[in-house]
């Protein structure tokens, strides 16, 4: 149970006069998301944003949302604003110089579809606008450096126009996809470097793609591609050696080293465009929760995309968080009652989540022949074992 609501704390001395119940650092995906979700919740919410606009951006990352996001989406009224998106109905997993694949599909699983495929600068720009409709205040061109907490509320400093602001708040919500370690001052945080780059782009196929994902395990890391209106979205994890390579690649050594790499099951590769890289690293905080404060999405786990569970995972954070807050919304949002609520609510699904990506990075990421044939008898097993794959499918899509 948490305590008694308070009224409004009295504000350290600052530029700002207003104070706020709820302070959110970040409108990307996860932050938006649960500001949206405290719409009507009664309380008085400040979105810091450091970007100009909040719909903006070109970020060329191409998503696969599970069928699970879209219900929480729908909730949230933003499914309408991504549409379209490509559904995937079939993901076919294998790896590379072992036998054993599995094929997951949405029929198994009594579903129009196990996830749906959308760019994520679609996704920001429909965030962006929900943002930007009024029922949540919004400062763009605001970059939060500092925070302190104190018994009753925290202060939060942020830089804007050149002016440097201070603001009180009862609970900060930290969802700036890990950006400063200036916020996350008593946070234990967790690295673990891959030594891998994910190289994304959009390809183009001799073969239609019938709405099939594939997921290739190879020893340099993984290989994905995602259907995506008439083509697929790419992601090819390498070594920083072989992304460097293959960012300077001209168009047709590129699609040749591809078609070697992934062989010929989606057809010729004909066209790349878009190319882009990400470097890749676990960052996990071991507990999302300070005093006064909570990390949520990529600032409380930024994961390997291998399983493309990142946005999924910090989507459900952002509704669990909205869901407990607005529950709960006569009492006073920053205590440790209420905090530990959220805690133990996302525990299981944040550590199943970080482990399941992790193992798939380590597991299928070498070319020891022991472990290649465990592999693939793993993923022959699941394949002969129904319920196994279901309650797997069933992880991958809702959560823990
Ligand atoms: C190559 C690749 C492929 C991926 N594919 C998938 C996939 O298929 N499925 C999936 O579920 N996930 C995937 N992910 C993960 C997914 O992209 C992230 O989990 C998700 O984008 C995180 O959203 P976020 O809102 O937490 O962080 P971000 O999107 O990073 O947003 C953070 C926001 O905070 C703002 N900000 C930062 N610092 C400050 C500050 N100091 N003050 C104010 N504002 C600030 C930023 O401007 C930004 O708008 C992938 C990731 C990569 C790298």
Same mark, same amino acid.
């Given at each position: 149970?948490?305590?008694?609501?308070?009224?409004?704390?009295?504000?350290?001395?600052?530029?700002?006069?207003?104070?706020?119940?709820?302070?959110? !650092?970040?409108?990307?995906?996860?932050? #938006?998301?649960?500001?949206?979700?405290?719409?009507?919740?009664?309380?008085? !919410?400040?979105?810091?944003?450091?970007?100009?606009?909040?719909?903006?951006?070109?970020?060329?990352?191409?998503? #696969?949302?599970?069928?699970?996001?879209?219900?929480?989406?729908?909730?949230?009224?933003?499914?309408?604003?991504?549409?379209?998106?490509?559904?995937?109905?079939?993901?076919?997993?294998?790896?590379?110089?072992?036998?054993?694949?599995?094929?997951?599909?949405?029929?198994?699983?009594?579903?129009?579809?196990?996830?749906?495929?959308?760019?994520?600068?679609?996704?920001?720009?429909?965030?962006?606008? #929900?943002?930007?409709?009024?029922?949540?205040?919004?400062?763009?061109?605001?970059?939060?450096?500092?925070?302190?907490?104190? !018994?009753?509320?925290?202060?939060?400093?942020?830089?804007?126009?050149?002016?440097? @602001?201070?603001?009180?708040?009862?609970?900060?919500?930290?969802?700036?996809?890990?950006?400063?370690?200036?916020?996350?001052?008593?946070?234990?945080?967790?690295?673990?470097?891959?030594?891998?780059?994910?190289?994304?782009?959009?390809?183009?196929?001799?073969?239609?793609?019938?709405?099939?994902?594939?997921?290739?395990?190879?020893?340099?890391?993984?290989?994905?591609?995602?259907?995506?209106?008439?083509?697929?979205?790419?992601?090819?994890?390498?070594?920083?050696?072989?992304?460097?390579?293959?960012?300077?690649?001209?168009?047709?050594?590129?699609?040749?080293?591809?078609?070697? @790499?992934?062989?010929?099951?989606?057809?010729?590769?004909?066209?790349?465009?878009?190319? #882009?890289?990400?470097?890749?690293?676990?960052?996990?905080?071991?507990?999302?929760?300070?005093?006064?404060?909570?990390?949520?999405?990529?600032?409380?786990?930024?994961?390997?995309?291998?399983?493309?569970?990142?946005?999924?995972?910090?989507?459900?954070?952002?509704?669990?968080?909205?869901?407990?807050?607005?529950?709960?919304?006569?009492?006073?949002?920053?205590?440790?009652?209420?905090?530990?609520?959220? &805690?133990?609510?996302?525990?299981?699904?944040?550590?199943?989540?970080?482990?399941?990506?992790?193992?798939?990075?380590?597991?299928?990421?070498?070319?020891?022949?022991?472990? &290649?044939?465990?592999?693939?008898?793993?993923?022959?097993?699941?394949?002969?074992?129904?319920?196994?794959?279901?309650?797997?499918?069933?992880?991958?899509?809702?959560?823990?």
């Amino acid at each position: 149970m948490c305590p008694p609501g308070t009224a409004a704390i009295p504000l350290a001395p600052s530029l700002n006069t207003q104070a706020y119940d709820i302070v959110i !650092v970040g409108g990307g995906p996860v932050g #938006a998301a649960v500001a949206i979700a405290l719409h009507g919740s009664g309380f008085a !919410v400040l979105v810091l944003e450091a970007r100009p606009d909040a719909g903006g951006g070109n970020d060329a990352r191409t998503l #696969a949302m599970s069928y699970g996001s879209r219900l929480i989406l729908e909730r949230l009224a933003i499914w309408p604003q991504i549409e379209p998106v490509t559904p995937i109905e079939i993901i076919h997993v294998s790896q590379r110089g072992g036998f054993g694949r599995t094929l997951l599909s949405a029929q198994e699983v009594d579903l129009p579809a196990l996830g749906y495929v959308v760019p994520h600068a679609r996704l920001q720009q429909a965030f962006g606008k #929900a943002l930007e409709s009024g029922q949540t205040t919004l400062m763009t061109g605001a970059r939060v450096i500092s925070m302190e907490s104190t !018994v009753d509320g925290i202060t939060i400093e942020f830089h804007r126009q050149g002016i440097l @602001h201070s603001i009180a708040a009862r609970l900060l919500i930290i969802a700036d996809g890990g950006a400063g370690a200036g916020l996350r001052v008593g946070a234990t945080v967790k690295t673990r470097e891959y030594g891998q780059h994910a190289v994304v782009g959009l390809v183009e196929t001799s073969r239609p793609h019938e709405f099939k994902a594939y997921e290739r395990f190879t020893p340099d890391g993984p290989i994905a591609l995602l259907p995506f209106e008439h083509r697929y979205a790419l992601v090819w994890t390498a070594t920083p050696e072989t992304a460097d390579r293959l960012m300077a690649l001209a168009t047709v050594p590129f699609l040749e080293s591809l078609q070697r @790499h992934f062989g010929d099951r989606a057809g010729r590769f004909m066209s790349i465009e878009a190319r #882009a890289r990400f470097p890749l690293t676990l960052r996990y905080a071991s507990d999302p929760v300070l005093a006064r404060a909570v990390m949520l999405g990529n600032a409380a786990q930024a994961l390997h995309p291998i399983a493309g569970q990142g946005f999924n995972l910090g989507l459900r954070d952002a509704w669990e968080l909205g869901e407990t807050l607005a529950r709960n919304a006569a009492l006073d949002p920053g205590s440790d009652e209420c905090l530990s609520s959220y &805690r133990a609510l996302r525990r299981s699904d944040r550590f199943r989540g970080i482990a399941l990506t992790h193992s798939l990075v380590k597991i299928f990421s070498n070319d020891f022949a022991p472990l &290649r044939a465990a592999r693939g008898a793993g993923l022959s097993l699941l394949e002969l074992v129904p319920p196994a794959k279901r309650a797997f499918m069933q992880r991958m899509i809702f959560g823990a």
